[in-house]
Structures are given as structure tokens and as C-alpha cells.
């Protein structure tokens, strides 16, 4: 199978019938639960504490409806109208709004906890239209979501990285644009359940020091 | 807690200014310590102006000074009303600087830009 990236872009990808085919997928659903409950292990969020997250391709709130049972308050976003109605018919707690992300995101300094995002990465490595140049967009994404998260925060991204020269290629601009952090590969020797989680420190603080 | 993020635009963006609101109430639950979370990160004043264009009058000009253990409940109370159940169902939002008008469709801000921009 194609990968689903290379196909159309992602506004036009997931069309009304692909978002309600998607979220209705029971296979889809059972991975993207294990996967976000991964990604949230990995932010490592303080216990007790209501953080507020932020899921970057929020889709029609498969992983935001974990943050739901979950307790956290969330803001999704996605660039897909269909799958962000999926989500309002699916009634999902967070708030929503249609951005790409690759435009650069419009929150306030310091304004989240953490971030997560599922399977959305390497959709930002396209140049899905002429003015589209990847490195700039990626450059665009981590900036500014580097400053919309507070100091200390951390984000958890789980892609499928096309090869070495996209994950450097992401690896790098996030480094770049003052991210640190590294790449968690969890089951390195499956072909199947090979999973690539991008793991990004904003700011060095300790874990666990409260920031103001 | 939004600001604009066109390119180019990045002094005196921000708060967006509301316009032509159609507002949801949606009861959710209460949550004092996500608000005490959120107190430092809100700019107080546009908190206010915001709140006033949507004709909500409950919270005080200035940031009460006691923000430690003893935070009156009626203050947090009126303040989860404001983040969390206040919804912009229909409107805009304008940029005060660039006047880039975002419009807001069944409670979603599109925040999508033109590519030249
Ligand atoms: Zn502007």
C-alpha cells in the first residue's frame, strides 16, 4: 500500500468518506490508542495536575477522546474539515481549529503543558503545492510551537518517517529551532510494530521544578 | 489565548478582536486546579476585553491580588465559566495590527492562511 501522504494532501486525503471510514476502523482505533497512551507516558505530565495539552492533527479526536477519559484539558487542531466534523459529531471535549500547522500556530507564549501528535509528521515533509518548501515549513511548526509551549514542557510526536534523511531533516529544525530531545524506536526489531516516537524538551529546566 | 501568527505580523497582534459572536454555553465539569494552572499564563486584560465582547461582565478589571491558597471560589467559578464553558459558536476574529479576519464555523476557527501571506 501507498503511503497515504504521497496520494493527495492531507485536506483533500481525508474527504468525508476517508474521516468516518477512518474513525470507524477498529484496527485504527486500537492503534492510536496505544500509541497516544505511549506518547502521554513519554510527556511524563506532572501526577494530579490538570495540564493543558495540545494534540497537533487532532483528526476526528481519537487520541483527544484518551485525554478526555484521561482528565487533561486539550486544544486540537487539524487541517481537515471532514475529520474535524467526525470530531464535533463525536462530540470530544477539546477545542477546535482547522490550521496548518505548517503556517505556524497563532497561541500565546507559554500557553501548554505538553504536546502530542499522532501520525502527522511526515505529512508536513510534503510540498503538497508549489509554495510549499518542507524545510520551511517545518521551520515555521517547531518555532512556533516551541513558544506556545511553557518552559520545561515537553512534546511526544509519533511518526512514520519515510526515511534517515526526513527524520534528520525533522530532527534537525526541531534542534534548531531550540527543541532538545531525541527519537524513541520502540520495538526496533519488529517490521510491523516498529514505532518512531520524536521526543522535544522545550527549555532545559529539571522535571518536576515548577515553572512560572 | 490566541494571537495572530500571519508572517510578517508579529507586534500588537493579539488579543483578535471578536465580532459578530454567536455564543454556546456548554456545562462542563469544574475544575479549580486546571484554573489556578492557567491564572499566570493569561493575559489579564485581554481576558477582560474578550470577555466583555461577548457581553460576559463577571470578572474583576484587575487580577485579584490573593492568588495563593485561598482563592475565592465565586472568582474561579466565573473564570471556568469564561475559559471552559463559553463557546464562539459563529464569528470573526480580527487581527489588530495586520486585520486578517479569521472567521469561526460551528465553534471552529479557521485559522488557515493564505500561502503567499
Ligand atoms: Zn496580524
Known sequence: MSRPEHQAPPEIY???????????NTRIQS?????????????????????????????????????????????????????????????????????????????????????????????????????????????????????????????????????????????????????????????????????????????????????? | MLQCHARGCNTNNFPLELSEVEIQVLETDYNPQFLRNMIPKLDWNALVVTAKKVGITAVPDVLPETMNEDIDENFLRNLHRILLETHVQQGKMTCPNCKHVYSIRDGIPNMLLNDEA
Request: aromatic residues 10%; charged residues 20%; proline residues 4%.
Open chain 1, 14 to 24: 481525508y474527504n468525508d468518506d476517508e474521516a468516518k471510514k477512518y474513525t470507524s
Open chain 1, 31 to 212: 492503534v492510536q490508542a496505544e500509541m497516544t497512551y505511549r506518547a502521554l507516558e513519554l510527556l511524563s505530565l506532572p501526577e494530579n495536575e490538570s495540564s493543558f495539552l495540545l494534540d497537533i492533527g487532532c483528526g476526528s479526536g481519537l487520541s483527544g477522546e484518551i485525554l478526555d477519559e484521561e482528565g487533561y484539558i486539550w486544544v486540537g487542531m487539524d487541517i481537515s474539515p471532514a475529520m474535524l466534523q467526525v470530531a464535533l459529531e463525536r462530540e470530544v471535549e477539546g477545542d477546535l481549529f482547522l490550521q496548518d500547522v505548517g503556517q505556524g500556530m497563532a497561541f500565546r507564549p507559554g500557553t501548554f503543558d505538553g504536546a502530542i501528535s499522532i501520525s502527522v509528521l511526515q505529512w508536513l515533509c510534503n510540498a503538497d503545492h508549489t509554495s510549499h518548501n518542507p524545510k520551511t515549513r517545518l521551520t515555521r511548526f517547531f518555532s512556533t510551537l516551541y513558544s506556545s509551549l511553557r518552559r520545561g514542557a515537553r512534546a511526544v510526536f509519533q511518526f512514520y518517517p519515510e526515511n534517515d534523511d526526513q527524520c534528520e531533516l525533522i530532527m534537525n529544525t526541531a534542534m534548531r529551532c531550540g527543541f532538545e530531545g531525541g527519537l524513541v524506536v520502540d520495538y526496533p526489531n519488529s517490521k510491523k510494530a516498529k514505532k518512531y516516537f520524536l521526543c522535544l524538551f522545550a527549555g532545559q529546566s529539571a522535571p518536576g521544578v515548577k515553572q512560572q
